[in-house]
């Protein structure tokens, strides 16, 4: 087993042997040959192919349907480790929520000079259609999607908010159905917190924000771009888990500021809907007029007051990377709360002073599109040759404020599958936050990898994997669970 | 439910079906070509299948003669050739995975499986003797997903429309077959065709062992005729496909509380007149004229179905 040295937290192995919440995973480890890992991991293949569960790469060639690679050893949260992880996560979530409500109401955080009035008001992300409408439930970002990354054992930092429409939540629940199917009696050593229950509580958030309209059962759609969509396969996954349509901007129509889906029985009035579409894609009449997979007249609807839409068009304001360094300041101000999740240091590049540090740091920082996602367009400094923190360095100084930069934080890792044998890789993590009357977490997340060494890129757009995250009850092993529930055999 | 959901339901059963179907036909010619060839007339085998697929016109643009490979190839891989196995199995899972949440897992990994296998298909697989193998592998798909839906689908509208698109493409299919050999069906003809081409027949619709059954006599040309058009017994018959088409518009109406249109009066005038029918009558109107009519009227039925529920 090869073992760089590395100061990265290692979540397995400490200074003073393996972890409590690890043991059992090392000594199964230990246990298992190579061959048997390898056939596990290709078995693992065959089911996500057979299942489907692809994203869709279009225009790059090659396989349009491609896997997200899956790492068979799960990534291990210890119950108390979580709980302060969750109150943290929901304390934050509040504060975007209240934020949002702020920015398009009042703007008492504005006038009282906390954030700098043209920061939000001047950003692409604020919805001036928005203004001074209250969404159904007074909610924005029904979904939420924090990245966390961890440094230390109690250290963990917020890397950014992802406050429009999240993914990733399908693989968080079918990673476990794969790890379930492929490794029962290693589950069954383990007191795992459940993640099953997503799609009930996303239904139910769903419904606690449908316009009082709509009476006792409301009808909830999922609209999506279609299938040629990346998350195509996740918008699919969920309708299902809730039994409600998924449905294409085409299936829906606006009339006298209500929408109605097109069925078999004729026109139906839809009252909630989850979009899996971006804010400009929304409604032609209002947003981008070249908008194919939009509802024209679907604004109008929402601000008549006629349909929920979560998340509200406009919370992208909350996870703006310009934004980001306010979130703090937004717990204190809403909530007169100190922040439980930390922020990463952050440097706008706008800033003459955090300009003047960052150009002078390049090679100690990561450098990101303010606007960027996906992994693209950054610059990871100690990594990066002289000529690429050169072309940064012009980069900066022709757009600083397109920039923000961070230090490079040295990211935990966790032991993965890879060709050498079984290696430390770096990881992060996706909770998913949902409010709708109250804040509500299924305990686990999105646990994505480096697979390559040294990396610190985990989207998967860049080469990156998954792991199942696993909340365990306690930190040792589950007693082994004998005699019970015998199955029936005939005579 | 979605119209588009519907549509896409009664597509995906559709192109499955037509594919099945098409593996049918196939394993029938070659057989038939095999034993034909001291007759000398097995290229009229390949013809006669072109034909009954309906794409004759799309293979006369691309390909010189009806040969052995030229009509497997079309058949089989031909891109151009949308009621191909491959271009069908292709639409299917298009359409499923359109419409993700209205299949059940079993359906979406025999459909999925499927084209899976098929996408990576060599040009040898159907090659000399091993194609019998791969249509029997066909065929099997296809029994798997109709087992599928059969065995897992919620007897909802979706399940409605899934049936819709399996028993009109099935209705479509059991008309053809017997059209493009209605000349050796008509009673002068007895005697004058080689017995295995009645079997053909049979074969391609799993049913020269249920003709025994039924009749326990030799082989007849009426009487043949009578099975694949008039039988309820038969489940690839035209009263027995009809049959469930006009039930299940009738219990998709009844779900929506009454709402009826023209393709509900029309698939009920279609399954009257096969359940009161007599093969005498049709012989004496003309099979072929029968046929024919019957697969205009198919054609019509799938496009009033969609009028009221897909696009109205």
């Known amino acids: 087993m090869s073992q760089p040295r590395t100061s990265a937290y290692d979540e397995m192995r400490g200074e003073d042997g393996v972890r409590a919440a690890y043991a059992e995973i090392e000594r199964w480890l230990r246990a298992t040959p190579r061959e048997?890992?390898?056939?596990k991991k290709q078995e693992a293949e065959l089911l996500f192919r057979r299942i489907g569960i692809t994203f869709a790469v279009y225009g790059e060639g090659g396989d349009p349907e491609r896997l997200i690679p899956f790492d068979i050893i799960p990534r291990i949260i210890a119950r108390s480790e979580w709980e302060k992880l969750s109150a943290g996560l929901r304390q934050r979530v509040r504060a975007l929520n209240a934020f949002l409500a702020d920015v398009y109401g009042r703007q008492e955080i504005l006038r009282a000079g906390r954030i700098p009035k043209p920061l939000v008001l001047e950003n692409e992300g604020y919805r001036q259609e928005m203004v001074g409408m209250v969404p159904p439930g007074g909610v924005y970002t029904h979904v939420a999607g924090i990245d966390m990354v961890r440094t230390a054992p109690a250290e963990f930092y917020v890397l950014e908010d992802n406050c429009r429409t999240p993914s990733g939540v399908s693989y968080m629940l079918e990673n476990r159905e794969a790890m379930l199917r492929l490794f029962p009696r290693l589950c069954a050593r383990h007191r795992i917190c459940p993640v099953g229950r997503y799609p009930e509580e996303l239904l139910e958030t769903l419904k606690a924000v449908a316009p009082a309209s709509a009476g006792a059962s409301p009808t909830v759609v999922i609209l999506t771009p279609g299938p040629y969509n990346s998350a195509y396969y996740e918008h699919c996954f969920l309708a299902d888990e809730m039994g409600v349509e998924v449905v294409e901007g085409a299936d829906l129509f606006v009339q006298d500021k209500?929408?109605?889906?097109?069925?078999?029985?004729?026109?139906?009035?839809?009252?909630?809907?989850y979009r899996r579409i971006d804010d400009e894609f929304l409604d032609p009449e209002v947003f981008r007029p070249d908008s194919l997979v939009g509802v024209p007249g679907l604004m109008a609807a929402y601000r008549a007051g006629n349909v929920a839409l979560a998340n509200a068009p406009g919370a992208g304001i909350a996870d703006d990377k310009a934004i980001y360094p306010?979130?703090?300041?937004?717990v204190r101000f809403y909530l007169g709360e100190e922040p439980l999740l930390a922020n990463?240091?952050?440097?706008?590049?706008?800033?003459?002073?955090?300009?003047?540090?960052?150009?002078?740091?390049?090679?100690?920082?990561?450098?990101k599109?303010?606007?960027?996602?996906?992994?693209?367009g950054m610059l990871i400094g100690p990594h990066a040759t002289r000529d690429?923190?050169?072309?940064?360095?012009?980069?900066?100084?022709?757009?600083?404020?397109?920039?923000?930069a961070q230090p490079t934080l040295a990211l935990s890792t966790c032991p993965t599958v890879v060709e050498q044998g079984i290696a430390p890789r770096h990881v992060d993590l996706r909770p998913f936050i949902l409010s709708g009357k109250e804040i509500r977490i299924v305990p686990g997340g999105l646990t994505r990898v480096a697979l390559k060494e040294g990396s610190l890129v985990v989207n998967s757009s860049q080469g990156g994997g998954t792991k199942d995250t696993w909340v365990l009850d306690d930190e040792g092993p589950a007693a082994a669970l004998l005699g019970q529930a015998q199955a029936q055999a005939q005579g | 439910m979605l119209s588009r959901t519907a549509d896409s339901l009664f597509w995906l059963a559709r192109y499955t079906e037509r594919a099945g179907n098409v593996a049918r036909g196939l394993a029938v010619a070659s057989r038939m070509a095999a034993v034909s060839a001291r007759l000398g007339d097995e290229v009229e085998e390949w013809r006669a299948l072109l034909t009954a697929s309906g794409g004759e016109a799309g293979f006369?643009?691309?390909?010189?003669?009806?040969?052995?490979?030229?009509?497997?190839?079309?058949?089989?891989?031909?891109?151009?050739?949308?009621?191909?196995?491959?271009?069908?199995?292709?639409?299917?899972?298009r359409n499923a995975r359109a419409v993700r949440t209205a299949l059940t897992v079993d359906m979406w990994e025999a459909l999925n499986d499927g084209w899976n296998h098929l996408r990576k298909l060599q040009p040898e697989a159907a090659e000399g003797d091993n194609l019998p193998d791969l249509l029997g592998w066909v065929r099997e798909r296809v029994t798997l997903f109709n087992g599928a839906a059969h065995e897992t689908m919620l007897r909802d509208e979706a399940w409605h429309f899934v049936r819709l698109g399996t028993m009109l493409e099935r209705a479509d299919n059991s008309a053809r077959l017997l059209d493009v050999r209605h000349k050796l069906l008509t009673p002068e003809a007895e005697g004058a065709v080689d017995y295995v081409q009645w079997q053909a027949v049979l074969r391609a619709v799993s049913a020269l062992r249920s003709y025994q059954w039924i009749y326990r006599d030799r082989l007849q040309p009426q009487r043949i005729a009578e099975l694949l058009i008039l039988r309820p017994e038969l489940p690839r018959s035209l009263l027995s496909c009809l049959a469930e088409v006009s039930d299940t518009l009738e219990a998709i109406a009844v779900g929506q509380g009454g709402r009826r249109g023209e393709c509900h009066r029309l698939a009920g005038g279609m399954h009257a007149q096969l359940r009161y029918g007599r093969i005498e009558?049709?012989?004496?109107?003309?099979?072929?004229?029968?046929?024919t009519g019957m697969i205009a009227r198919a054609a019509e039925l799938g496009g009033e179905i969609e009028e009221f529920y897909i696009r109205g």
């Not at chain 1, 078999?264 to 809907?273: F, L, Q």
């Open chain 2, 60 to 93: 006369r643009r691309k390909y010189e003669a009806p040969t052995a490979e030229a009509v497997i190839h079309w058949l089989v891989f031909d891109p151009d050739n949308p009621s191909g196995i491959i271009p069908c199995f292709e639409a299917a899972r």
């Open chain 1, 369 to 376: 599109l303010a606007k960027g996602s996906g992994g693209y």
């Open chain 2, 281 to 291: 009558a049709i012989f004496a109107q003309g099979l072929h004229e029968f046929l």
């Open chain 1, 388 to 404: 690429q923190r050169a072309e940064f360095h012009a980069r900066i100084l022709a757009r600083p404020g397109d920039y923000i």
């Open chain 1, 344 to 367: 990463v240091p952050t440097f706008l590049c706008e800033r003459e002073e955090d300009r003047k540090y960052v150009l002078d740091n390049l090679d100690k920082l990561v450098v």
């Open chain 1, 36 to 39: 048997h890992l390898d056939r």
């Open chain 1, 326 to 330: 306010y979130v703090p300041e937004m």
């Open chain 1, 258 to 273: 209500v929408v109605f889906m097109r069925t078999t029985a004729g026109p139906k009035r839809v009252d909630v809907i």
